[in-house]
């Protein structure tokens, strides 16, 4: 799994609540990726870095922000979660001389 | 706007066969092609990688094919197995200067024994 660990798992959560998910990695990969994956729609690329406090947006930005504020570490927030951000989150890296991707083993985030 | 279709969300076969996906791409011209496997509660993971120069990739059982003036690409799996039933994923670069791939939505292969 390229050392690629997220947090939580699994969460369930209210609508209008902040969530933060976390992606960590122990190799110092210099790319991270946010994706959501839905039925319909395959993988979205939400927001990605390229370096620390380097960060830019995808395809399905609105709605979400992410920080990275060191190497291992990138997290993505839903500052108010609405149902439609229920999904499967998953954390990707990428290094620098090679263009394919490690993927996390995702997180399934429920918004009732 | 740039749009890559797998032409099946599903595909089912009997093992031993050869298993064809395919991944047609529009208003792209793609420096290089991936595909990943997926399975079941888990993230994707990756495959084989073919360049807008190469026509041809093979790993073992698997053989992917690139062809820029179809805009397709086909990925083969020769003797299927039942352990190769998963969701197969296309992904393409999109052409910005940070190599972000974007996804096709997939095909779920199943191989019956």
């Known amino acids: 799994d390229a050392g690629i660990t997220q947090s939580p798992r699994h969460k369930v959560t209210e609508t209008g609540t902040p969530v933060t998910l976390r992606c960590h990695q122990t190799?110092?990969?210099?790319?991270m990726y946010w994706y959501r994956q839905d039925p319909g729609h395959g993988l979205r690329l939400i927001h990605y870095?390229?370096?620390?406090?380097?960060?830019d947006k995808g395809e399905v930005s609105d709605g979400y922000s992410v920080s990275r504020s060191k190497t291992e570490d990138f997290l993505l927030t839903l500052e108010s979660a609405t149902s439609s951000q229920t999904s499967v989150y998953f954390c990707?890296?990428?290094?620098?001389?090679?263009?394919?991707?490690?993927f996390g083993s995702g997180t399934q985030l429920s918004v009732l | 706007s740039q749009k890559i279709e797998q032409n099946s969300e599903a595909l089912n076969i009997q093992e031993g066969k050869t298993a064809t996906l395919t991944c047609n791409y529009t208003?792209?011209?793609?420096?290089?092609l991936q595909w990943y496997r997926q399975d079941p509660g888990r993230g994707p993971v990756f495959l084989l990688l073919?360049?807008?120069?190469?026509k041809e990739k093979r790993k073992e059982r698997l053989k992917v094919t690139f062809d820029t003036t179809l805009k397709q690409s086909l990925f083969h799996i020769t003797a299927s197995q039942p352990a190769d039933s998963a969701t197969y994923l296309c992904?393409?670069?999109?052409?910005?200067?940070?190599?972000?791939?974007?996804f096709g939505k997939g095909t779920k292969l199943s191989v019956k024994p």
């Open positions: 073919i360049r807008e120069n190469e």
């Open positions: 870095s390229y370096g620390v406090k380097d960060t």
């Open positions: 990707a890296i990428r290094t620098q001389e090679d263009e394919k991707l490690f």
């Open positions: 208003n792209y011209s793609p420096a290089y």
């Open positions: 190799e110092n990969h210099r790319y």
């Open positions: 992904a393409l670069d999109s052409g910005g200067s940070q190599g972000n791939l974007i």
